[in-house]
């Protein structure tokens, strides 16, 4: 168990120091700015969603600790390409996750499943303000509301 805590922790420091998709697209069609006052995250998700409902790209900007930029890092990776519906399917089951709900392990789904890294957040509730902004602030963005906040 140690060391799958020790992958864990890998995998969210290299999620942290190299963040993927930290920019901000030019055609990005919304955007929400998520905050956490609490720890200090600040994180700004854009989104190019097509006429079809499908999430064409999504990257984010900011500055956050570890956890906060980690979650939004793989967050982008894996809720590119899939629809609106599916990424807020996606994220609902996240949260519950996060919040001690639903246990992931032996989930069926792939996407479900690389999110488990997160799983020491279930622990620290203040952290799971962290590892769950970015997926905030991307449904925020999708409801058309252009900021959001954990307070
Ligand atoms: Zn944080």
Not at 31 to 42: I, T
Not at 66 to 89: D, F, L, Q
Not at 130 to 151: F, I, K, P, R, Y
């Amino acid at each position: 168990m140690d060391d799958l805590r020790d992958l864990y922790q890998e995998v969210i420091l290299d999620h942290g120091k190299n963040p993927r998709n930290f920019r901000h697209p030019e055609d990005a069609n919304r955007h929400a700015e998520g905050d956490n006052p609490l720890c200090g995250d600040r994180l700004t998700v854009y989104l190019k969603v097509g006429h079809n409902g499908l999430v064409e790209d999504v990257a984010f900007e900011g500055r956050g600790c570890a956890i906060s930029v980690a979650s939004a890092s793989m967050m982008t990776e894996i809720v590119a390409g899939k629809t609106e519906e599916e990424a807020r399917a996606l994220f609902r089951r996240f949260h519950d996750f996060v919040t001690g709900k639903e246990e992931i392990e032996g989930a069926d789904d792939d996407d479900l499943e690389k999110l488990i890294v997160l799983a020491g957040v279930k622990q620290f509730p203040m952290r799971v303000k962290c590892a769950t902004l970015a997926w905030h602030t991307m449904t925020a963005a999708m409801d058309g509301e252009n900021a959001v906040t954990t307070e």
